[in-house]
């Protein structure tokens, strides 16, 4: 699956636009301030229905005007299609894939893989465990899509089993109807956590490997630290049913994956409250860099990878290193402010979009829109 064009409208601080991206490389270019972030995001936007930058997308919608919209070209096997989200803030998405509505974009098997490394997404890092769950969630549902429906089910059996602690605590029913509740979360736990399991093991030793090649120092390690370690579901909800007592005193489940956590380690000491900035960026960029190998050898191709300012910490040796990896029949865009910050950007098949604040422009060879 490729990306091929990227129209959009009133998103950001663009009326409109249409670029094409290419099919290895693309390098966005311009001022700080220009739009470059912004042209990253509506790329993001187009393929999964989501800003990879905000919780409030209201903010996506150029200023003054009503709703903002993006399509995105792609192509695969099968031929072309054309997805597309419109936004306008109180109204819901209107999301289509070839013209069809649709209700989720993950939905659909024409939308890339996509990832994404913004200085922003230092918080899977140093943030809180919930976002690196999240995040290793995303990436078992890329390895395998079927398995997406595990940690849906594991949700739902918490939010029953929690709502069930509250009416328990207000009397209105005994302990004892937890046992049925205990036993589902168990059984999709244990699901879940060997799932995270299995893609961790996938990664962690590419990981390694990535962050010593990028620079960092001393030995990196990809840890999962899964809350249990129960041999099955039935070891699980002995395990829920022993602390009962103290989910009844505080009125939620207390136990089980929803406290997990993925570890960053850099000889043996976690990134997040021993690492520097510049080591937790590092550690980030292995990070997805080793799941975009990992994906493409699960799913046959890697995913489209988006970079925002990752050249200007590095050192020419590291870049021209990142370059070489992103060579793997893949697709990636880049933003940077100075176009000598990435190796072979002048390179034939490369292509540049020079970005002015609420424009960009396209090399001469490669049809291009703007306004």
């Given at each position: 699956?490729?990306?091929?064009?990227?129209?959009?409208r009133?998103?950001?601080?663009?009326?409109?636009?249409?670029?094409?991206?290419?099919?290895?490389?693309?390098?966005?270019?311009?001022?700080n301030?220009?739009?470059?972030?912004?042209?990253?995001?509506?790329?993001?936007?187009?393929?999964?229905?989501?800003?990879?930058?905000?919780?409030?997308?209201?903010?996506?919608?150029?200023?003054?005007?009503?709703?903002?919209?993006v399509?995105?070209?792609v192509?695969?096997?099968?031929?072309?299609?054309?997805?597309?989200?419109?936004f306008?803030?109180g109204?819901?998405?209107?999301?289509?894939?070839?013209?069809?509505?649709?209700?989720?974009?993950?939905?659909?098997?024409?939308?890339?893989?996509?990832?994404?490394?913004?200085?922003?997404?230092?918080?899977?890092?140093?943030?809180?465990?919930?976002?690196?769950r999240?995040?290793?969630?995303?990436?078992?549902?890329?390895?395998?899509?079927?398995r997406?429906?595990?940690?849906?089910a594991?949700?739902?059996?918490?939010?029953?089993?929690?709502?069930?602690?509250?009416?328990?605590?207000?009397?209105?029913?005994?302990?004892?109807?937890?046992?049925?509740?205990?036993?589902?979360?168990?059984?999709?736990g244990?699901?879940?956590?060997?799932?995270?399991?299995?893609?961790?093991?996938?990664v962690?030793?590419?990981?390694?490997?990535?962050?010593?090649?990028?620079g960092?120092?001393?030995?990196?390690e990809?840890r999962?630290?899964p809350?249990?370690?129960?041999?099955?579901?039935?070891a699980?909800s002995?395990?829920?049913?022993?602390?009962?007592?103290?989910?009844l005193?505080?009125?939620?489940?207390?136990?089980?994956p929803?406290?997990?956590?993925?570890l960053?380690?850099?000889?043996?000491?976690?990134?997040?409250?021993?690492g520097?900035?510049?080591e937790?960026?590092?550690?980030l960029?292995?990070?997805?860099?080793?799941?975009?190998?990992?994906?493409?050898?699960?799913r046959?191709a890697?995913?489209?990878l988006?970079?925002?300012?990752v050249?200007?910490?590095?050192?020419?040796?590291?870049?021209?290193?990142?370059?070489?990896?992103?060579?793997?029949?893949?697709?990636?865009?880049?933003?940077?402010?100075?176009?000598?910050?990435?190796?072979?950007?002048?390179?034939?098949?490369?292509?540049?979009?020079?970005?002015?604040?609420?424009?960009?422009?396209?090399?001469?060879?490669?049809?291009?829109?703007?306004?």
């Open positions: 699956m490729r990306v091929e064009r990227l129209r959009l009133d998103f950001r601080t663009y009326a409109a636009a249409e670029v094409a991206i290419g099919p290895s490389l693309t390098v966005v270019h311009g001022p301030g220009a739009g470059k972030t912004n042209l990253l995001e509506s790329l993001y936007f187009g393929c999964t229905s989501r800003s990879c930058r905000t919780t409030n997308e209201r903010e996506v919608v150029r200023f003054g005007a009503p709703a903002a919209r399509e995105v070209d192509c695969d096997r099968d031929g072309s299609h054309e997805l597309s989200v419109g306008e803030p109204a819901p998405k209107r999301l289509r894939v070839d013209g069809a509505p649709v209700e989720r974009m993950a939905d659909s098997p024409a939308r890339p893989l996509i990832s994404v490394f913004l200085p922003d997404r230092l918080e899977l890092v140093k943030g809180a465990p919930s976002l690196r999240a995040h290793l969630d995303q990436l078992v549902t890329a390895l395998w899509p079927a997406a429906a595990t940690r849906v594991y949700t739902r059996a918490l939010a029953q089993r929690n709502a069930l602690l509250g009416r328990i605590r207000a009397g209105r029913v005994g302990p004892a109807a937890l046992d049925a509740w205990d036993a589902e979360l168990a059984r999709w244990v699901a879940l956590r060997d799932d995270r399991a299995a893609a961790v093991d996938l962690a030793e590419r990981f390694g490997a990535q962050a010593t090649d990028l960092l120092a001393g030995a990196a990809l999962y630290r809350r249990s370690r129960a041999a099955g579901a039935e699980l002995a395990e829920l049913a022993e602390r009962r007592g103290s989910d005193e505080r009125g939620f489940t207390q136990h089980g929803h406290r997990d956590d993925l960053l380690i850099r000889d043996g000491r976690e990134l997040r409250a021993y520097s900035q510049g937790q960026r590092l550690g960029l292995a990070l997805l860099l080793a799941e975009r190998e990992a994906l493409a050898a699960e046959g890697p995913p489209l988006l970079l925002d300012d050249m200007s910490e590095l050192d020419a040796d590291r870049r021209a290193l990142l370059v070489a990896r992103l060579d793997d029949g893949g697709q990636a865009v880049i933003t940077t402010t100075d176009l000598a910050h990435v190796p072979g950007a002048d390179a034939p098949g490369v292509v540049r979009l020079s970005v002015a604040p609420g424009s960009v422009l396209q090399d001469a060879g490669v049809a291009s829109r703007a306004a």
